[in-house]
């Protein structure tokens, strides 16, 4: 059946469909329960002085929640700032690489930071190992390298990597700095293997964008106050130490998004009313891994991700058959209320990726491989 033509027709009966339909890797699923709380703090709280106690008190829940969650080793804090993960490269990129970064990359969003380090005027070309796309990188000890970053996850491809110190990096006194912007929240974690995990709330924590989060050690937050009383040039609005200071009074540098704050304080306390971390991973560990095992039961889909311990639990890519037009498939079940699960746009794959969050009901993954399977049943 051509493109067009099944587009008009191809139909897909209610009683199939998931709940809900929103399955995006991010901006990702805000569950009603957060919009509700969001709409009973209306009058007190949006709209007021992020200055003053009523929104103060938000961004301690969000701080205080997080270091629950994370069970934060000793000495470690929750810092933020405005301007998402993007902002936070920059920030890391002129606060916390002394004088060279070693990345690895295998994906678009490694690739980011990878390259603002690399521009970096003041720093030492960055040491940067890759993979390609649907494989992991881990960077290995890099002599004269200060920090060591990589993602957790890499959201563009659905790749999950390890999350451990580099041997021989802490006797040389080296940060290592990780992206957990899509997998915080979502899988389980040793924050002491880290000296900086950061993120952003629109992804695992189902609120929206615009912020920026880091899990620190003191060794970070020492590397940072040397680096900044060095001499060289730091805005204002990137300062690592900066944000410390704000953070510690509960506030940011400027202004937040206040509705942000209160969606993310929401999700937190909703994990750890579940049972926190453990328990949000086996929700996202289900739904992955329904929809890996249904793609491997059907000879006109493939999980991307080869080697099963790297798939994802948080967002799953699954290739199509060639003879399956996946932008077809999209667009129909975008016809019907189920969205975003079009494949990171740089990746020019034939593939379907899922946002697999804990917000998202697995039941509601089960509801959308049959869908799938129903739209497929009448273009083939
Ligand atoms: C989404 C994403 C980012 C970018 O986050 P922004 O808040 O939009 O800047 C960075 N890294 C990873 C791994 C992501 O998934």
């Known amino acids: 059946m051509p493109a067009a033509d099944a587009l008009a027709r191809v139909t897909i009966p209610a009683d199939l469909l998931p709940r809900d339909g929103r399955f995006g890797s991010g901006p990702s699923l805000v569950r009603p329960e957060q919009v509700e709380a969001l709409a009973a703090v209306g009058r007190t709280v949006l709209g007021t002085s992020h200055r003053q106690a009523a929104v103060r008190d938000v961004v301690a829940r969000v701080r205080s ?18 301007g998402g993960s993007t902002a936070f490269w920059d920030v890391a990129t002129l606060c916390l690489v002394e004088r060279r970064a ?10 980011k930071f990878a390259a ?46 390890p999350v451990r110190r580099v041997p021989g990096s802490r006797e040389s ?14 899988t389980t974690l040793d924050v002491a293997q880290t000296d900086v995990y950061y993120f952003a709330p629109q992804k695992s924590f189902a609120s929206d964008g615009g912020l920026w989060l880091a899990l620190a050690s003191p060794a970070a ?11 060289r040039w730091v805005p204002e609005f990137l300062s690592f130490t900066t944000a410390v200071t704000n953070s510690r009074a509960e506030q940011t540098l400027n202004t937040p998004a206040v509705a942000t704050l209160v969606l993310l304080a929401e999700q937190v306390e909703w994990m750890l009313a579940h049972g926190g971390l453990a ?7 289900e739904s992955s891994g329904h929809l890996y095992a249904w793609a491997e039961s059907r000879d006109w889909a493939t999980p991307f991700v080869a080697d099963p311990a790297l798939r994802s639990p948080v967002v799953g890519t699954v ?32 593939q379907l990726r899922v946002g697999m969050y804990p917000a998202v009901d697995p039941q509601d993954v089960r509801a959308l491989t049959a869908c ?9």
């Open 173 to 186: 006194g080296a940060l290592v700095v990780v992206d957990g912007t899509s997998s915080a929240g979502g």
């Open 279 to 285: 328990w949000a991973a086996a929700r996202t560990a």
């Open 372 to 380: 799938v399977d129903h739209v497929v049943a009448q273009l083939v």
């Open 221 to 231: 937050v020492e590397r940072a106050a040397r680096v900044e009383a060095s001499g």
């Open 102 to 111: 070693a990345h690895a990359q295998f994906g678009e969003f490694g690739a």
């Open 319 to 350: 290739d199509l058959a060639p003879e399956i037009d996946a932008p077809t498939v999209t667009a129909v079940l975008r016809r019907h209320g189920v969205v975003d699960i079009e494949p990171y746009r740089k990746l020019g794959r034939n």
């Open 116 to 161: 603002a380090t690399t521009r970096a005027p003041f720093l030492e070309p960055s040491h940067v190992v890759s993979a390609p796309a649907g494989e992991v990188a881990v960077p290995a000890f890099v002599d004269g390298a200060d920090t060591y970053a990589w993602p957790h996850n890499e959201t563009s491809t659905g790749v999950i990597a």
């Open 65 to 82: 929640g997080l270091a629950t969650l994370f069970d934060l080793p000793d000495g470690y804090e929750v810092v933020l700032g405005n």
